[in-house]
C-alpha cells in the first residue's frame, strides 16, 4: 500500500497544481520572451494546461513510489511532441521550470513536515531530478506491435488495414471467417484485437491517425467483439463470478471487456460494468452477485488513485471479505510491484494470465479458510 507521506504529497501536488502550473508559466515566459511571439495567448494557455498534466502525472507516480509511471510519461511526451514538431528541449524547461516552482510555492503550515524543515517537495523534486538526469536517454522503442511472423499475424494485418480503410463489413468478415474456420476466438481477442488496438495506439502516437480513426477502430472492435457472442456464451458454468470495470472516466474500456469475456469462456458468471460506473454501483454489483473476483482495469496512470479508492471500497464490505480484487493495464505493466501498493491481490499482463492468477488466489484463499476453520 502507498505510505501517507506518499499519499499527501500527492494530494498536496493536484491541491497547488493549478499555482504551480501558473508560476512554471511566468519562469518559462520570462527566461524566454519569444515564446509570446512565436505562440501568443493561445499557446500559452496550452503549455499552462501541457504543465497541469505533467503535474498530474508526477503526483501519481509521486503517490506510488513509482518512478517507472513518471519515466514512462516522460517518453510517452518526448514522442507525441515530436510527432507534431514540437521541442522537447522545451519539455524538459518545463520540468526544470516546474523544481523551480515548487521553491516558491509550498504547501500551507508544513502539513508534509511536521515542521521539521525539509522540501516539502521532497519526493516530487527527487523524481524531477533523475528524470531531467536522464531525460535524453529516455525513449521508446516505437516498432510495429504487429508481425506477420506472429501467429495469426497476417490475420491481424489484415483487419488492421480494414479498419484504418473503414471497411467494417470487411474487418468483420476477416474475424467472422477465420472463426468459423476453427480459430479459437481466445486467440482471436489475445492475436487479433489485442495487438491491433496497441499498433493504433502507437499509430495515434506517431500522429498517423487521429482520434477520430482511434475511436472508429475500437467501436468496430466492440462490434465485432458482439457477434461473436454466441461462441463465448455457450460453455457449462462452474459457479465462480466475476465483475469487472475500468476506473472513473476512462473511455478505455476495450482491454476489461476482452478480460470478462475469457472468464465467461472459462465458465463464470461474468458482469461487465465499463467506464463511468459510480464506485457505489460497483460495490453493490459485487456484494449482490456475491462477486469472488473483481478486475478492476486502468489506462491512464494519474487514475492510479481511482483504482485504490475501488480497491478500498471493497475491503469495507464485510459481505467481500474473501473477494479477490485483480488489477490490470498499462500502469501495472510498466511496474510490476504497483499492485501491492495500491492494495490489490494480484496483476496480470493477458487474459490468460488474469484467469491463471484468479484461480490461484481462490484456491490459495480457500486453502487458508480450511487452516483457519480446522
Avoid at 142 to 160: D, K, M, R, T, V
Avoid at 341 to 354: Q, T
Wanted: hydrophobic share 40%.
Amino acid at each position: 500500500m502507498e505510505n501517507n507521506a506518499a499519499s499527501l504529497e500527492r494530494d498536496a501536488l493536484l491541491e497547488h497544481q493549478r499555482e504551480l502550473a501558473q508560476k512554471v508559466i511566468s519562469i518559462l515566459w520570462s527566461r524566454f520572451p519569444h515564446y509570446d511571439e512565436i505562440l501568443g495567448a493561445a499557446g500559452k494557455q496550452k503549455c499552462r494546461q501541457d504543465v497541469e498534466y505533467h503535474l498530474m502525472y508526477l503526483a501519481d507516480a509521486v503517490g506510488t513510489e513509482s518512478q517507472e509511471l513518471f519515466f514512462s510519461y516522460i517518453k510517452w511526451v518526448k514522442d507525441l511532441f515530436s510527432s507534431i514538431g514540437v521541442s522537447n528541449e522545451s519539455f524538459r524547461q518545463s520540468l526544470i521550470a516546474i523544481r523551480e516552482a515548487m521553491v516558491d510555492i509550498s504547501p500551507e503550515k508544513d502539513e508534509l513536515t511536521g515542521g521539521s524543515g525539509k522540501n516539502q517537495w521532497e519526493s516530487a523534486d527527487s523524481l524531477l531530478k533523475r528524470g531531467i538526469e536522464a531525460f535524453d536517454s529516455l525513449a521508446n522503442v516505437n516498432h510495429s506491435y504487429i508481425s506477420l511472423e506472429a501467429p495469426l499475424g497476417e490475420l491481424a494485418g489484415n483487419y488492421l488495414d480494414a479498419l484504418l480503410s473503414r471497411e467494417r463489413d470487411k474487418a468483420m468478415r476477416f474475424i467472422l471467417d477465420a472463426v468459423e474456420k476453427g480459430t479459437d476466438v481466445r486467440e482471436i481477442y489475445e492475436q487479433v484485437f489485442q495487438v491491433t488496438q496497441w499498433e493504433i495506439g502507437r499509430l495515434w502516437q506517431e500522429n498517423e491517425v487521429n482520434v477520430a480513426q482511434e475511436h472508429y477502430c475500437t467501436a468496430v472492435t466492440q462490434l465485432v467483439m458482439s457477434r461473436l457472442y454466441p461462441y463465448i456464451f455457450s460453455h457449462e458454468k462452474n459457479g465462480l463470478v466475476f465483475v469487472g470495470t475500468s476506473v472513473g472516466d476512462e473511455l478505455h474500456e476495450l482491454g476489461i471487456r476482452m478480460i470478462a469475456d475469457f472468464f465467461e469462456l472459462d465458465g463464470w458468471d461474468t458482469y461487465f460494468l465499463g467506464a463511468n460506473t459510480p464506485l457505489e454501483s460497483i460495490i453493490e454489483t459485487a456484494v449482490q452477485e456475491k462477486a469472488h473476483v473483481v478486475g478492476v482495469s486502468v489506462t491512464i496512470t494519474y487514475h492510479i488513485s481511482e483504482v485504490k479508492r475501488i480497491i478500498e471500497a471493497v475491503r469495507s464490505r464485510p459481505e467481500l471479505a474473501h473477494t479477490k480484487v485483480l488489477v490490470g493495464g498499462y500502469p501495472f505493466n510498466l511496474d510490476p510491484e504497483l499492485w501491492k501498493k495500491v492494495g490489490a491481490d494480484g496483476s496480470a499482463k493477458s487474459a490468460h494470465g488474469a484467469i491463471e492468477k484468479a484461480r490461484f488466489l481462490l484456491k490459495k484463499g480457500k486453502a487458508g479458510n480450511n487452516l483457519s476453520e480446522g
